[in-house]
């Protein structure tokens, strides 16, 4: 049952990312990310234990992490720079090619992953610390603090 209720977010998650296309490119960027984060906490639900390891729930989390961080670069468009409470840092449209390289290699990563879907716990907690560390990298230096 735990199965199908984070699947089902999962999906939704990536349901609403297709859903607000059509929005301000601020509103679409937070809802990839959310999905990102989403997926992100359930592979970390599992690396620490709090959840039983499961290869689909693993599988599920990394394309929807894969397909975010790929979609992610576009939706920041010359004039999207505030509103929308972003948290943007103005250093991603004065170092855009940075940016998009920094997505592209935690795209590689994930993909990698993908490739070779970690078989345990442990495996999933060693595939998020890569992981982590391009989301981190890319965090400090283009998300504003709060």
Same mark, same amino acid.
């Given at each position: 049952?735990?199965?199908?209720? !984070?699947?089902?977010?999962?999906? =939704? ?22 999905? !990102? $984060? ?7 639900? =599992? ?15 990394? &394309?929807? =992490?894969? %397909?975010?961080? %790929? ?11 505030? $509103?929308? &409470?972003? &948290? ?8 855009? +090619? ?9 795209? *590689? +990563? !994930? +993909? *990698? ?6 078989? +345990? ?18 965090? &400090? ?6």
């Amino acid at each position: 049952m735990q199965l199908k209720a !984070v699947l089902f977010a999962i999906v =939704i998650a990536g349901v609403a990312g297709a859903v607000t296309a059509a929005d301000e490119p601020q509103v679409v960027r937070q809802a990839l990310m959310k999905g !990102v $984060g989403q997926s992100t906490g359930a592979l970390v639900a =599992i690396a620490k234990g709090e959840k039983p390891y499961d290869s689909a729930v693993v599988k599920a989390s990394l &394309e929807t =992490i894969s %397909k975010n961080v %790929k979609a992610f670069p576009d939706q920041f468009p010359p004039g999207s720079e505030t $509103g929308m &409470e972003s &948290e943007a840092s103005p250093k991603i449209w004065e170092n855009m +090619d940075d940016f998009k390289a920094k997505a592209a290699k935690l795209g *590689a +990563d !994930v +993909d *990698a992953t993908l490739a070779q879907i970690p078989a +345990d716990q442990a495996g999933v907690g060693a595939a998020l610390g890569a992981i982590g560390k391009n989301c981190g990298g890319c965090h &400090e230096t283009y998300r504003l603090k709060k």
